[in-house]
């Protein structure tokens, strides 16, 4: 695994990983696989133990109550930390809105911007703050990368875990049309909305099957559970991985979705 030397090479931080709802419950995998590439990249990391939801689905629905109480204990566990990282744009982009949240607050607020400005997700931490270049991994043949919305919209991540990608051995990646469009997952939207939601992922697997690819990656979990069970819906053999899984060569057993029925 290859890092770049700047001129001033940062020191070894210590970085805790947020454990993401989804992560936690469904693809443990996803978090070997972030600590894998932090250490690799030269980080300490720890997973702090009292962390919980980040509060979006709270925020999302109007709760800006348990929104704020979620994102109080979230600040209290992870602020002593040199960084925070995520394997999810949509919970980074959560925790980086945690300070309107304290606007009636000026001293949790000024924690909360501390903590927001030290919060990214995986990707784009390990190539723009920790200058990774390069990974050690192989997956053999062709992928497609779904952008998820907040990652994308919320917190600039589209280059980096292409970069990253483009160092895979085997691995080809083929950019599907609308790559940057809606699953359709929306967490509560698709709850709400669930005939919209339905329209907007199957046009998504239409686009994944269009491109030719054996795998769909992506940095969101609510992404690729939503598009995994569309695919598997359809008889599709597409395979479908968390880009951490293949930066790290961790994508010797299931894929998402696979066992779940």
């Given amino acids: 695994m290859t890092v770049n030397s700047p001129a001033h090479p940062p020191a070894h931080p210590h970085v805790a990983l947020y454990a993401t709802c989804l992560m936690d419950l469904y693809r443990p995998n996803v ?9 690799a990249a030269g980080c300490r990391v720890s997973v702090p133990r009292g962390q919980t939801c980040c509060g979006q689905p709270a925020y999302n629905s109007g709760d800006r109550a348990t929104a704020r109480a979620l994102a109080l204990r979230v600040l209290r566990e992870f602020e002593d930390f040199d960084h925070v990282v995520l394997p999810s744009g949509t919970c980074g982009a959560m925790m980086r809105a945690y300070p309107a949240l304290f606007a009636d607050d000026p001293e949790l607020q000024a924690r909360a911007r501390a903590l927001a400005d030290r919060t990214f997700e995986l990707t784009a931490f390990l190539v723009d703050v920790m200058g990774m270049t390069s990974v050690d991994a192989r997956l053999n043949g062709v992928a497609t990368y779904h952008d998820s919305c907040s990652g994308l919209r919320e917190l600039g991540v589209r280059d980096q875990p292409r970069r990253l990608l483009s160092t895979v051995q085997g691995l080809e990646l083929n950019e599907m049309t609308d790559a940057q469009v809606c699953c359709g997952f929306g967490g509560l939207f698709s709850v709400k909305y669930p005939g ?20 769909l990656l992506g940095g969101d979990l609510g992404c690729l559970l939503n598009i995994a069970g569309r695919l598997r819906h359809e008889g599709s053999d597409v395979r479908v991985f968390h880009v951490a899984e293949v930066l790290a060569g961790r994508t010797e057993g299931q894929a998402i979705g696979e066992g779940l029925e």
């Fill in 31 to 39: 978090g070997f696989s972030a600590v894998h590439l932090l250490e």
């Fill in 196 to 215: 919209i939601s339905g329209r907007m992922v199957a046009d998504k697997g239409q686009r994944v099957s269009e491109s030719g690819a054996r795998f």
